[in-house]
């Protein structure tokens, strides 16, 4: 065991890439349940953006055209569970696990030919002199487009339910959604266009899994990320900069463990891997007495009856 | 334009149908998906559906119909009994190795005896260890309010890291040349699950049926099934009914666990075998749909379990005859859930064409 | 100004079963106050659902100024200058007050000055309302103003309101007139919609009147009696409930001090509660809504379980029992809101009677229902209260409001309880189905049952009730009784005047 193999900067610098697909996927499902929908197909979400991300990414050879089809095939995907819910009515409890159990088939299905192969790199941020400080170097200049695309992404969600008229009816949609018809804003438009923007949100979660974070293909990767995404959004109390706080912590804590793996601690590797999920566990229980930032349509269908 | 309008009352005959639709539109889609594939799709859906149980070798298949779908019904009986109360346990995957776990090491502990009581004492700590494991997100719930989907699925990913660690460390075979996975239990005439091997019939069978009846007649004749229902339907008018949502919560949930717990167990000690890595192959969350499928109801979903049965079985053929990637029966499962809850909707509403924008 | 705003000719609207509005044509005056008239379900919210432009007419045509006018949604009727104040509020609780103004408005300015415009306002028309506040925390009545302003924000020339008064004390009434007069002298038009007579007497300038979706007729209110209005509006002679004289019997359910929060996170915490009902009585409790009547009813029915001594039945402490340990001992209740309360929407009637008949009825043996009584109970009630159903097997929900209610009070009375409190028992309820809930009421309370009828109609309350008390923000007026008792008095009553301020006086 050598603790002093772990190195406190590029530990952070690590942190921060092993929370950016969780901040993305959650800051995505945030404004999905903002109005009112309770989209559980997350993870499915994700995966099917990570394998879309990676084949687009090896066929072209640009990396960010991968993280482009990434969104897209998130966001076609959940537009499944869109017509499921908003359209045919169906339970979003039934729906969003349906989406996660075919995102799982599907991707297992797209990703076939590509196990082994190794994604077109993404070039980091390169900033002369800054980037090359020592210790902020690294943390704050070093990293690819896409983890400050996310922080980017956390201030704009901020500042649209905050400020804008969108983010209002959007807010007025996730807490009565029936006083939101009767004002004559249009339910079903709000909540679909906020299902397509989380799924895309969780696409490009998912690609940043596969073309940055491992970077490789393998079934099954995000290994519950996208369910910690949804645990991440009640932890935050449905506010944007408290997803970012969570996601910071939970990569702090996975990073930690596979530092604490690599460096062959006297805990058991089993144990160590299961850890970020029993810490879930554990923030769930102590955020749970708190729910007054819960949309009060949160999970109920909606149909104009007259 | 399509308008929906809510029918006075859900449509009996359409809700005792749909499922049959599913199918037959799933069998489409999935047929163009083969053929998307490569694959000849009308051979790939004979393959999957017909070959195994009325195939040249059918006599080989047809057990198998049995041994999948056991814990596939027990499951989703458990799982259905939740689901009827709007409470979602969907970590059956894990109280399923959970069981597995604790039965197997309940029996290993005592190896090699011949005693009688070795099986049934697995079958008990079977049962128990889903239990508890499904008594977590219970015990949460009711006395924090947290959320039993994501805590019950957390604990998917803990169950399977300890079933690593089991099947490393403290279960590994003392005689197995440092191979991962525990002594073979099918081979211990005094613990293992089969009745008889060559007709696929073990005790998880049994244990089926029985779950099937029981649940048919707690649903139908007794006042807890009706409060489940009640609860489900109208969680305000069950309190007002002096349902006790606690006492719902931890029966619910409790049963979901246990019955998954005993699936592991039954499957472990006997189609199974041992306790290695690669144990559980998904049973936990094809229940679901095997649930959602079955309309909730014990009967459709011995129906639906044997469906899904067919589908692995048929899927492993397809496979190994014609090339078919075994992740395209994840997909075709996954189809089926979504065409049953999207022609859900006709149960409830009928749809109408409206000229839009009359006068 | 003068000439017609807005006129209707031969709306038309059918839903699955009913027909809404059946060619009903009017005008409405620029400047007048038009009253709306009807009982529940004639088709009043409907027709005002066509002018917002919520929903579309089958046929029929609407001219506004003379130009054609037939508003696709909502924001194309506020935008020509209809405003609608609705009867069951369109606003969120978790929104501040401007948040819930600016969703009403089409182009509202910042949220700066949207502010200083609500204050100027709300001190315009006698309506104080603070911008920042969370509505969630607000009362009925101040829920109502921010509905108001948010209409008036846009200047309208019509305004739309839909039963305003139903939410609103005595005194908060004349409050809203004053504004409502004002309104008319500034030159905006106001389509009231009402069933109380009297109010639209003093009010309305005009009055149609709506009869199972037709019009029936028009009148000037104020050279009209409320006789002929109410003759009119129900089409023929109602029939009254009888009251037997009685002398008091002994005292059955006493509530002592009764304090509990509300399970609701906006709802309203009882305070110190305490009040006798004697075998015989009916103790009517009126009081705006959102008062503290349903967190009332569950401390009662033992939704809300509380401490033991707080309630006891015949010097028995049950204030820790829950619903069933109630029945058993004869305490029964019937909740407002029929559907998912009171009963189970999707399931059958005769699921339904078992719902809260399976104690008394004797609908179990060890836990296993026996379903051949509990239809025979289902029957039972069907018969004995005319509900008007295919049979037991129909769904609750497709039931009509008036024979669900029906079914539910029923429920409740054949099992013969020594203490039966109900909440709105003839909410949304047509009037002869109305008469009857009250009847059976009355018979049961002759009986010898002791009865708690919570309303927000006073009227019906004056007809039934032996004692009337009042409750307000979760404090229970000084019980009084019934008879002798002014409108005045009662509007104090209810809007929390201190009890026993009105004791010494």
Same mark, same amino acid.
Request: with cysteine; charged share 15%.
């Given at each position: 065991?050598?603790?002093?193999?772990?190195?406190?900067?590029?530990?952070?610098?690590?942190?921060?890439?092993?929370?950016?697909?969780?901040?993305?996927?959650?800051?995505?499902?945030?404004?999905?349940?903002?109005?009112?929908?309770?989209?559980?197909?997350?993870?499915?979400?994700?995966?099917?953006?990570?394998?879309?991300?990676?084949?687009?990414?090896?066929?072209?050879?640009?990396?960010?055209?991968?993280?482009?089809?990434?969104?897209?095939?998130?966001?076609?995907?959940?537009?499944?569970?869109?017509?499921?819910?908003?359209?045919?009515?169906?339970?979003?409890?039934?729906?969003?696990?349906?989406?996660?159990?075919?995102?799982?088939?599907?991707?297992?299905?797209?990703?076939?030919?590509?196990?082994?192969?190794?994604?077109?790199?993404?070039?980091?941020?390169?900033?002369?002199?800054?980037?090359?400080?020592?210790?902020?170097?690294?943390?704050?200049?070093?990293?690819?487009?896409?983890?400050?695309?996310?922080?980017?992404?956390?201030?704009?969600?901020?500042?649209?339910?905050?400020?804008?008229?969108?983010?209002?009816?959007?807010?007025?949609?996730?807490?009565?959604?029936?006083?939101?018809?009767?004002?004559?804003?249009?339910?079903?438009?709000?909540?679909?266009?906020?299902?397509?923007?989380?799924?895309?949100?969780?696409?490009?979660?998912?690609?940043?899994?596969?073309?940055?974070?491992?970077?490789?293909?393998?079934?099954?990767?995000?290994?519950?990320?996208?369910?910690?995404?949804?645990?991440?959004?009640?932890?935050?109390?449905?506010?944007?900069?408290?997803?970012?706080?969570?996601?910071?912590?939970?990569?702090?804590?996975?990073?930690?463990?596979?530092?604490?793996?690599?460096?062959?601690?006297?805990?058991?590797?089993?144990?160590?891997?299961?850890?970020?999920?029993?810490?879930?566990?554990?923030?769930?229980?102590?955020?749970?007495?708190?729910?007054?930032?819960?949309?009060?349509?949160?999970?109920?269908?909606?149909?104009?009856?007259? | 334009? &399509?308008?929906?309008?809510?029918?006075?009352?859900?449509?009996?005959?359409?809700?005792?149908?749909?499922?049959?639709?599913?199918?037959?539109?799933?069998?489409?889609?999935?047929?163009?998906?083969?053929?998307?594939?490569?694959?000849?799709?009308?051979?790939?859906?004979?393959?999957?559906?017909?070959?195994?149980?009325?195939?040249?070798?059918?006599?080989?298949?047809?057990?198998?119909?049995?041994?999948?779908?056991?814990?596939?019904?027990?499951?989703?009986?458990?799982?259905?009994?939740?689901?009827?109360?709007?409470?979602?346990?969907?970590?059956?995957?894990?109280?399923?190795?959970?069981?597995?776990?604790?039965?197997?090491?309940?029996?290993?502990?005592?190896?090699?005896?011949?005693?009688?009581?070795?099986?049934?004492?697995?079958?008990?700590?079977?049962?128990?260890?889903?239990? &508890?494991?499904?008594?977590?997100?219970?015990?949460?719930?009711?006395?924090?309010?947290?959320?039993?989907?994501?805590?019950?699925?957390?604990?998917?990913?803990?169950?399977?890291?300890?079933?690593?660690?089991?099947?490393?460390?403290?279960?590994?075979?003392?005689?197995?040349?440092?191979?991962?996975?525990?002594?073979?239990?099918?081979?211990?005439?005094?613990?293992?699950?089969?009745?008889?091997?060559?007709?696929?019939?073990?005790?998880?069978?049994?244990?089926?049926?029985?779950?099937?009846?029981?649940?048919?007649?707690?649903?139908?004749?007794?006042?807890?099934?009706?409060?489940?229902?009640?609860?489900?339907?109208?969680?305000?008018?069950?309190?007002?009914?002096?349902?006790?949502?606690?006492?719902? &919560?931890?029966?619910?949930?409790?049963?979901?666990?246990?019955?998954?717990?005993?699936?592991?167990?039954?499957?472990?000690?006997?189609?199974?075998?041992?306790?290695?890595?690669?144990?559980?192959?998904?049973?936990?969350?094809?229940?679901?749909?095997?649930?959602?499928?079955?309309?909730?109801?014990?009967?459709?979903?011995?129906?639906?379990?044997?469906?899904?049965?067919?589908?692995? &079985?048929?899927?492993?053929?397809?496979?190994?005859?014609?090339?078919?990637?075994?992740?395209?029966?994840?997909?075709?499962?996954?189809?089926?859930?979504?065409?049953?809850?999207?022609?859900?909707?006709?149960?409830?509403?009928?749809?109408?064409?409206?000229?839009?924008?009359?006068? | 100004?003068?000439?017609?705003?807005?006129?209707?000719?031969?709306?038309?609207?059918?839903?699955?079963?009913?027909?809404?509005?059946?060619?009903?044509?009017?005008?409405?005056?620029?400047?007048?106050?038009?009253?709306?008239?009807?009982?529940?379900?004639?088709?009043?919210?409907?027709?005002?659902?066509?002018?917002?432009?919520?929903?579309?007419?089958?046929?029929?045509?609407?001219?506004?100024?003379?130009?054609?006018?037939?508003?696709?949604?909502?924001?194309?009727?506020?935008?020509?200058?209809?405003?609608?104040?609705?009867?069951?509020?369109?606003?969120?609780?978790?929104?501040?007050?401007?948040?819930?103004?600016?969703?009403?408005?089409?182009?509202?300015?910042?949220?700066?000055?949207?502010?200083?415009?609500?204050?100027?306002?709300?001190?315009?028309?006698?309506?104080?309302?603070?911008?920042?506040?969370?509505?969630?925390?607000?009362?009925?009545?101040?829920?109502?103003?921010?509905?108001?302003?948010?209409?008036?924000?846009?200047?309208?020339?019509?305004?739309?309101?839909?039963?305003?008064?139903?939410?609103?004390?005595?005194?908060?009434?004349?409050?809203?007139?004053?504004?409502?007069?004002?309104?008319?002298?500034?030159?905006?038009?106001?389509?009231?919609?009402?069933?109380?007579?009297?109010?639209?007497?003093?009010?309305?300038?005009?009055?149609?009147?709506?009869?199972?979706?037709?019009?029936?007729?028009?009148?000037?209110?104020?050279?009209?009696?409320?006789?002929?209005?109410?003759?009119?509006?129900?089409?023929?002679?109602?029939?009254?409930?009888?009251?037997?004289?009685?002398?008091?019997?002994?005292?059955?359910?006493?509530?002592?001090?009764?304090?509990?929060?509300?399970?609701?996170?906006?709802?309203?915490?009882?305070?110190?509660?305490?009040?006798?009902?004697?075998?015989?009585?009916?103790?009517?409790?009126?009081?705006?809504?959102?008062?503290?009547?349903?967190?009332?009813?569950?401390?009662?029915?033992?939704?809300?379980?509380?401490?033991?001594?707080?309630?006891?039945?015949?010097?028995?402490?049950?204030?820790?029992?829950?619903?069933?340990?109630?029945?058993?001992?004869?305490?029964?209740?019937?909740?407002?809101?029929?559907?998912?309360?009171?009963?189970?929407?999707?399931?059958?009637?005769?699921?339904?009677?078992?719902?809260?008949?399976?104690?008394?009825?004797?609908?179990?043996?060890?836990?296993?229902?026996?379903?051949?009584?509990?239809?025979?109970?289902?029957?039972?009630?069907?018969?004995?209260?005319?509900?008007?159903?295919?049979?037991?097997?129909?769904?609750?929900?497709?039931?009509?409001?008036?024979?669900?209610?029906?079914?539910?009070?029923?429920?409740?009375?054949?099992?013969?309880?020594?203490?039966?409190?109900?909440?709105?028992?003839?909410?949304?309820?047509?009037?002869?189905?109305?008469?009857?809930?009250?009847?059976?009421?009355?018979?049961?309370?002759?009986?010898?049952?002791?009865?708690?009828?919570?309303?927000?109609?006073?009227?019906?309350?004056?007809?039934?009730?032996?004692?009337?008390?009042?409750?307000?923000?979760?404090?229970?007026?000084?019980?009084?009784?019934?008879?002798?008792?002014?409108?005045?008095?009662?509007?104090?009553?209810?809007?929390?005047?201190?009890?026993?301020?009105?004791?010494?006086?």
């Amino acid at each position: 065991m050598d603790l002093s193999a772990i190195n406190p900067v590029l530990l952070v610098a690590s942190l921060m890439v092993a929370a950016t697909p969780l901040l993305l996927a959650a800051i995505g499902e945030l404004v999905v349940e903002r109005s009112g929908v309770l989209n559980l197909g997350v993870e499915g979400m994700m995966i099917t953006g990570a394998i879309a991300g990676f084949a687009v990414s090896v066929e072209t050879g640009s990396p960010y055209v991968g993280v482009l089809a990434a969104a897209v095939a998130g966001a076609a995907l959940s537009f499944l569970f869109a017509f499921l819910t908003q359209f045919a009515l169906a339970n979003q409890v039934a729906s969003g696990l349906a989406l996660t159990l075919f995102g799982l088939g599907l991707s297992a299905l797209m990703g076939q030919g590509y196990v082994g192969i190794r994604p077109p790199a993404m070039t980091r941020l390169d900033i002369p002199v800054l980037s090359d400080l020592p210790v902020v170097g690294p943390i704050l200049f070093g990293h690819d487009p896409i983890l400050y695309f996310g922080l980017l992404l956390t201030a704009a969600v901020w500042a649209f339910l905050k400020f804008t008229r969108g983010g209002l009816i959007l807010r007025a949609v996730g807490e009565n959604h029936d006083a939101a018809h009767a004002l004559g804003y249009s339910v079903i438009r709000v909540r679909v266009l906020a299902i397509l923007f989380g799924g895309a949100c969780a696409g490009v979660g998912g690609a940043y899994i596969s073309l940055i974070r491992v970077p490789q293909w393998t079934e099954g990767m995000t290994a519950g990320i996208g369910w910690i995404a949804l645990a991440l959004v009640v932890f935050a109390s449905w506010k944007p900069w408290r997803v970012l706080l969570g996601a910071y912590l939970f990569g702090g804590i996975n990073v930690l463990q596979l530092n604490l793996q690599a460096a062959g601690v006297a805990i058991p590797v089993e144990y160590l891997a299961m850890s970020p999920y029993l810490i879930t566990i554990l923030v769930l229980v102590i955020m749970s007495a708190d729910k007054s930032g819960a949309p009060a349509s949160l999970g109920r269908s909606f149909h104009a009856s007259q | 334009m &399509i308008v929906l309008e809510k029918r006075p009352e859900p449509s009996r005959l359409l809700s005792m149908s749909t499922p049959v639709f599913a199918v037959i539109v799933t069998m489409i889609a999935g047929g163009l998906l083969f053929a998307a594939l490569g694959k000849n799709p009308f051979e790939a859906i004979r393959t999957i559906f017909w070959d195994p149980l009325f195939g040249e070798y059918a006599f080989y298949y047809r057990p198998q119909l049995l041994v999948k779908g056991a814990p596939l019904v027990l499951i989703a009986i458990g799982l259905s009994l939740g689901f009827r109360a709007g409470i979602w346990n969907i970590g059956a995957e894990g109280q399923y190795i959970m069981g597995a776990i604790c039965g197997a090491a309940a029996g290993l502990a005592l190896y090699p005896s011949e005693s009688v009581l070795i099986f049934p004492l697995m079958v008990l700590a079977g049962a128990l260890g889903g239990w &508890i494991w499904a008594m977590i997100p219970a015990l949460l719930k009711v006395k924090f309010g947290t959320n039993e989907i994501l805590v019950s699925l957390m604990l998917v990913y803990v169950a399977e890291q300890l079933l690593a660690s089991m099947s490393l460390g403290l279960l590994k075979n003392p005689q197995g040349f440092g191979f991962p996975g525990s002594r073979n239990i099918a081979e211990w005439e005094a613990a293992n699950s089969w009745i008889a091997q060559d007709y696929g019939m073990h005790w998880g069978v049994v244990a089926a049926m029985i779950a099937v009846i029981m649940a048919y007649v707690l649903l139908n004749k007794h006042i807890l099934g009706f409060n489940i229902r009640l609860t489900g339907e109208a969680r305000r008018a069950a309190r007002f009914a002096g349902v006790n949502p606690t006492r719902l &919560i931890l029966f619910c949930l409790g049963t979901s666990g246990m019955l998954a717990g005993l699936a592991g167990l039954f499957e472990v000690a006997g189609p199974s075998g041992q306790v290695s890595i690669d144990f559980n192959v998904g049973y936990g969350f094809t229940a679901i749909i095997v649930a959602f499928l079955g309309r909730l109801h014990p009967v459709g979903i011995l129906l639906a379990g044997l469906l899904m049965a067919l589908t692995y &079985i048929g899927g492993d053929i397809a496979e190994s005859q014609m090339g078919l990637p075994a992740s395209a029966i994840q997909v075709f499962q996954g189809m089926l859930l979504f065409f049953l809850l999207a022609l859900d909707l006709l149960t409830n509403y009928r749809v109408k064409l409206a000229m839009k924008g009359t006068a | 100004m003068t000439g017609t705003l807005l006129s209707i000719r031969g709306l038309t609207k059918a839903y699955p079963g009913v027909v809404a509005n059946d060619s009903v044509s009017f005008d409405i005056q620029e400047g007048e106050v038009h009253a709306l008239l009807g009982e529940n379900g004639a088709g009043k919210s409907t027709l005002v659902k066509m002018i917002y432009g919520l929903v579309k007419p089958d046929s029929g045509t609407m001219t506004w100024r003379g130009g054609e006018f037939a508003p696709p949604e909502p924001r194309a009727a506020r935008a020509t200058g209809v405003a609608m104040v609705f009867q069951h509020f369109s606003l969120f609780d978790a929104l501040n007050v401007a948040e819930n103004v600016a969703l009403g408005m089409e182009n509202p300015p910042s949220m700066r000055d949207l502010a200083a415009q609500i204050r100027s306002v709300s001190e315009n028309y006698g309506l104080p309302l603070d911008p920042d506040r969370i509505v969630g925390d607000l009362s009925a009545g101040e829920r109502q103003r921010v509905e108001i302003i948010r209409c008036l924000l846009q200047d309208p020339k019509l305004l739309i309101m839909d039963e305003p008064t139903s939410v609103l004390t005595p005194q908060e009434v004349e409050i809203l007139f004053k504004t409502l007069n004002k309104l008319k002298s500034e030159g905006t038009a106001i389509l009231y919609i009402s069933h109380k007579l009297e109010e639209i007497r003093t009010l309305c300038d005009h009055a149609t009147i709506l009869r199972l979706g037709k019009n029936v007729g028009t009148c000037i209110p104020s050279e009209t009696t409320a006789r002929q209005m109410a003759e009119m509006m129900v089409g023929d002679t109602l029939h009254t409930p009888t009251r037997s004289a009685k002398e008091e019997g002994a005292p059955v359910l006493r509530v002592n001090d009764l304090s509990l929060s509300s399970a609701n996170p906006f709802g309203t915490r009882l305070k110190n509660i305490s009040f006798t009902v004697h075998a015989g009585e009916i103790l009517g409790l009126g009081g705006v809504a959102g008062n503290g009547q349903d967190e009332l009813l569950a401390a009662l029915s033992g939704e809300a379980p509380t401490e033991a001594e707080t309630i006891t039945v015949n010097d028995k402490p049950v204030g820790h029992f829950g619903p069933n340990e109630r029945r058993e001992l004869g305490i029964l209740a019937a909740p407002e809101e029929r559907l998912g309360h009171a009963a189970a929407p999707d399931m059958s009637l005769t699921e339904n009677a078992l719902l809260t008949g399976a104690i008394r009825e004797k609908l179990m043996n060890n836990g296993f229902v026996d379903w051949n009584a509990t239809t025979k109970f289902a029957e039972r009630i069907i018969s004995a209260f005319d509900v008007r159903t295919p049979g037991p097997t129909s769904a609750a929900r497709s039931l009509s409001g008036g024979n669900l209610q029906k079914f539910v009070i029923g429920r409740e009375v054949l099992q013969n309880p020594q203490v039966l409190v109900v909440n709105q028992p003839t909410w949304g309820v047509d009037a002869a189905a109305a008469a009857s809930i009250r009847q059976a009421l009355l018979d049961l309370a002759a009986e010898g049952a002791a009865l708690v009828v919570i309303s927000q109609d006073l009227d019906e309350l004056m007809e039934i009730a032996d004692h009337f008390g009042a409750l307000n923000e979760g404090r229970l007026s000084e019980i009084r009784p019934a008879l002798g008792l002014t409108i005045d008095e009662i509007g104090l009553m209810m809007g929390g005047a201190d009890a026993s301020e009105g004791a010494a006086a």
